[in-house]
């Protein structure tokens, strides 16, 4: 791996996530450990692993712990060697799913010069309507609209705290059918928040917004863009440009009610 670009990397996501956060908690060897509140997104990332990875996992816990709040721990796959994972597991570490990071060259992407799909499609700038853009978030990641709002709410507070994110939907016939968050910092780009309602799905509409905001991103001087993907939409994205960094293994820790 390119060292210099997983820096970046990891430089973006904790602008991000950072951002975003009523409370974080930096632990040993680069982990950092984020708390967004009930919005889903209470996450462990682990740069790199030592042998104190039992002692990163107890702090984190306890951090969690002190909001009753379950959480995920996100590691590349290249650490999860076999006294890891038998940590994870004496631990009650659940592996859910896995991620790949990823990164796209702008100074090598065309802009797109249109903001349309088609004539019954825009897209629209919605940071002072975040209550329309979290409308296909909820559906594309069947959540509800209460955590969806304590999520847009982390986000109206980053704003207002001059974090760089912008919010964008995209609009079929006046309804927000797909949405995007796309964060810049120091000249790199990350982007999250990638929604499409299911109806609505696999027709290009995310293609097409993500799309768009590399074109602005990269009209605004960023060389590079990231992006964490789900692994199923890895595709997807490299048809963009994107390439994989790294992958991760996701475990997460559920709350558990005394």
């Not at 979290?134 to 709002?149: D, H, K, M, Y």
């Not at 796309?182 to 990638?194: E, F, K, Q, T």
């Not at 993500?210 to 692994?231: D, W």
């Amino acid at each position: 791996m390119n060292a210099a670009l997983i820096n970046s990397y990891r430089e973006a996501e904790d602008y991000f996530f950072r951002g975003i956060s009523f409370k974080c908690l930096d632990l040993d060897c680069g982990a950092t450990a984020y708390m967004t509140g009930g919005a889903g997104l209470n996450l462990i990332y682990i740069a790199r692993v030592t042998n104190g990875i039992d002692k990163i996992l107890i702090k984190g816990k306890q951090f969690y712990d002190q909001d009753d709040l379950s959480f995920d721990v996100i590691i590349p796959q290249e650490w999860c060697d076999s006294q890891v994972v038998s940590i994870l597991n004496s631990m009650d570490y659940e592996q859910q799913e896995k991620s790949v990071s990823m990164i796209v060259n702008l100074d090598e992407f065309a802009i797109d010069r249109t903001s349309s799909f088609d004539s019954e499609t825009v897209i629209k700038a919605n940071d002072d309507k975040l209550s329309d853009w979290i409308v296909p978030l909820a559906g594309a990641f069947e959540s509800t609209f209460e955590t969806c709002s304590i999520y847009a709410g982390r986000h109206e507070i980053a704003l207002k705290n001059n974090v760089n994110l912008s919010h964008y939907s995209l609009y079929k016939q006046g309804k927000p059918i797909a949405s995007i968050t796309v964060s810049l910092n120091n000249g790199i780009a990350r982007v999250d928040d990638v929604g499409t309602l299911p109806e609505f799905q696999g027709k290009g509409y995310a293609t097409h917004l993500v799309h768009y905001v590399l074109s602005k991103a990269k009209t605004l001087g960023a060389k590079y863009s990231f992006l964490e993907s789900s692994s199923h939409g890895v595709g997807v994205y490299e048809k963009l440009g994107f390439e994989p960094l790294f992958e991760n293994n996701i475990y997460s820790k559920r709350f558990k009610e005394k």
